[in-house]
């Protein structure tokens, strides 16, 4: 008997696919290539490895640098150190009195500056002074001045010399090395016009004021006490005009002059003292003919009205220097 030979129909019920579709084959998860992926993580772990050996390196290098640099410091130190204590006690003295030199070069003071404004400007301030507690803020005042004594001569200026018309800027001169400023102030009565000096002069408590004694001319006592010899001794501020020698007495005659006397004017004194001495340096010096000076004076009755001994040349101009000006003029043999 013959085996039954049955057919099946093998066609999918599924539509035939065409050509370019994917086949549907369903959700497939990503293979990764085993060897790609072992060679690559060794190249991470290399590289990992070798970041952190040159992270070592550095701060070996770091520390190194560190080492040597403090080791260098020490070493100076110590040379230092050395150099020192090799020196002599008279080396380090001398190294000691050098560093005292500079401080005190740079702790010196600058010579003080006064420009012409700020001349100008405290000149007009203080000439409008007429309260005695404002005094202090624009005069200097001398030994026996007083605050009421400028306000008295403020107010009588305008009787005695007449009214202010300007104020003149002259350049600052040197008196006993201390800068003083100059200002020569105008003033007109009728058709007389006339000029007084104003010295300024600087300390560091009030800065720049007015030397009063020398704006006002003081003469201690009055001039009219000096003239009548009812005085016995004076200081006076006047000018140096010229000397003449009087053989017979071999005695030098100065002619003086002072604009607050209308008297002619003499003082004496012996060729080769200390004042004599004094005055030629005075007359020495390289300006106009007529020169500013402080005398201490003794009137000489025998002689007459207007003549004077010169005891003392204190100052070089009107304003008082550090000290006498004629010590500087006084040798072993002077009395």
């Given at each position: 008997?013959k ?14 696919r065409a050509v370019?579709?994917a086949?549907g084959?369903g ?5 990764t290539?085993v060897?790609?992926s072992?060679k690559a993580s060794?190249?991470?772990?290399r590289v990992?490895?070798?970041s952190?050996?040159e992270q070592v390196d550095?701060l070996i290098?770091s ?7 403090v080791a260098v410091v020490m070493l ?8 020192k204590r090799s ?5 380090q003295?001398?190294d ?9 070069v740079d702790?010196a003071?600058?010579p003080?500056?006064l420009?012409e ?8 301030r203080?000439?409008a002074v007429?309260f ?5 803020e624009?005069?200097k ?8 004594d ?6 009588g200026?305008?009787?005695k010399?007449g009214?202010?018309?300007g104020?003149d800027y002259q350049p600052p001169?040197?008196?006993d090395?201390q ?6 102030v105008?003033t007109?009565?009728g058709?007389r016009t006339?000029k007084r000096?104003a010295?300024?002069?600087h300390?560091a408590?009030?800065?720049?004021r007015?030397?009063f004694?020398?704006?006002a001319?003081?003469a201690?006592p009055s ?5 009548d010899?009812s005085?016995s ?6 000018h140096v ?5 009087e053989?017979?007495a071999?005695t030098?005659?100065w002619?003086?002059?002072?604009p607050?006397?209308?008297v ?5 004194c012996?060729p ?9 340096a ?11 000076v402080?005398?201490?004076v003794r009137p000489l ?5 207007g ?5 003392r040349?204190i ?9 006498s000006?004629?010590?500087q ?7």
């Open positions: 008997m085996p039954r030979i049955v057919e099946y129909d093998a066609k999918s019920p599924r539509p035939d370019g579709d086949p084959i959700r497939v998860a990503k293979v290539d060897e790609s072992s060794g190249r991470r772990r990992e490895g070798q952190q050996g550095r290098r520390l190194t640098l560190t080492a040597i640099s100076l130190i110590f040379i230092v150190v050395w150099v020196l002599t006690p008279d080396e003295a001398d000691a009195v050098r560093v005292d030199r500079h401080r005190v702790a003071p600058r003080a500056v420009d404004r700020e001349a100008l400007e405290l000149m007009r203080g000439l007429r005695v507690a404002r005094v202090g624009y005069f005042l001398g030994a026996t001045s007083r605050a009421d400028v306000v008295a001569f403020l107010e200026m305008e009787s010399d009214l202010v018309s104020l001169i040197l008196v090395s800068t003083v400023g100059c200002v020569e105008l007109c009565s058709e006339t000096l010295l300024l002069v300390d408590e009030h800065g720049w007015i030397d004694d020398a704006f001319r003081l201690e001039w009219q006490s000096l003239l010899a005085a001794e004076g200081i006076v501020r006047v005009a010229g000397v003449s020698i053989e017979s071999a030098e005659c002619t003086l002059e002072s607050d006397v209308e002619a004017l003499h003082g004496y012996q080769g003292s200390p004042q004599s001495r004094a005055m030629h005075v007359m020495d010096q390289d300006a106009p003919s007529r020169q500013r402080t005398l201490v009755k025998e002689r007459g009205r003549d004077f001994g010169i005891q040349v100052s070089s101009d009107w304003v008082m220097g550090r000290q000006f004629d010590e003029f006084r040798g072993s043999l002077d009395p």
